[in-house]
Nanobody
């Protein structure tokens, strides 16, 4: 069983920064890509960023490129999302998720952490 626990959300002014952390249990963390997603009120969940199992490669949604950075520490079973130059439209619940590795998408999700950006 895999558990993902996000933390680091909060209230920040536009232009500010936050770092989200996702702590994972289980022995397969280093073998799976990880992702961050977000869901704003009244909107569907959307992709934010993903990082490969080794941490060598990453990909981002166009809306966050140049502002957000995903990283991971496989020795700590942790993935991070550094968010800079935050905008009010970044307000959402942020979720981390584990890629199934089988081409079936993400199979484990955290409970989410709220990020609110005030203007």
């Amino acid at each position: 069983q895999v558990q993902l626990v996000e933390s680091g959300g909060g209230l920040v002014q536009a232009g500010g920064s936050l770092r989200l952390t996702c702590a994972a249990s289980g022995r397969t963390f280093s073998m799976r890509a990880m992702g961050w997603f977000r869901q704003a009120p009244g909107k569907e969940r959307e992709f934010v960023a993903t990082i490969s199992a080794s941490g060598v490669s990453a990909d981002y949604a166009d809306s966050v490129k140049g502002r957000f950075t995903i990283s991971r520490d496989n020795t700590k079973n942790t993935v991070y999302l550094q968010m800079n130059s935050l905008k009010p439209e970044d307000t959402a619940v942020y979720y981390c998720a584990r890629d199934s590795g089988a081409g079936y998408g993400y199979d484990y999700w955290g409970q989410g952490t709220q990020v609110t950006v005030s203007s």
